[in-house]
Structures are given as structure tokens and as C-alpha cells.
């Protein structure tokens, strides 16, 4: 269990990340913040030492989004869109070998 540098409390436990920026600078290091429930602190700790307490964790709580980011980027949202957006780059590149406006190299053969 995590201990409180203040109050060496171990009654703490983990605390959502501030924004994207922290979020991807923690996750990179390999940290969490935590927050003590004796004195308030919040302190950041090494992610490693709650290895047995990790969950499915969402895109939103992945970049660490909160209020109206968090609800406009649900999980739903960005897997729709991507998908959505390969569908689209899919049937436009039908189209586009199929009217002829590029050629794949793979479609032409070398004569001997």
C-alpha cells in the first residue's frame, strides 16, 4: 500500500490525472497521483507499486480528459470516428483506382 509522504498515512488512494499534459508526461514516467485521505496531500508515486489494482481504463481517462472533454470524447466518440474515417479513406480509395486517378505498382507488370 501507498504511504502518505506528509503524514505517513497509508489510508490514500489514487487521484485522477490534471489534463492531457499531465496525463501523458505520468504515463511516460510510469507514475500515478495519489491523494491522502487523512491529510489531503496529493503526491505523485510510482505506478508500479499498485500493479495488482490495475482496471480497464478508458481513452478519456487515458488522456486524462475531465468535464466536457471527458463527455465528447467518450470511448464510443473516438472509436466511431476512427472508424468512420477509415471507412471513408477505404471507399475513396476504391474510387480512386477505379477511376484511375492513381495506379498502384503492384497492377503493373514487368515484361521480360
Known sequence: ????????SENTRRSRR????????????????????????????????????????SIADYLGLIGKQRLAFSDHVILGGLTSLLLGLSIVLFFAV?????????????AP
Open 98 to 110: 477505379a477511376f484511375g486517378w492513381i495506379e498502384p505498382s503492384f497492377l503493373h507488370r514487368n
Open 1 to 8: 500500500m501507498m504511504n502518505c509522504p506528509n503524514c505517513h
Open 18 to 57: 490534471r489534463g492531457l499534459r499531465e496525463g501523458m508526461a505520468l504515463r511516460l514516467k510510469h507514475q500515478a497521483p495519489y491523494r491522502c485521505t487523512e491529510c489531503g496531500l496529493r503526491f505523485i508515486a510510482s505506478d508500479e507499486a499498485t500493479a495488482a489494482d490495475h482496471h480497464w481504463v
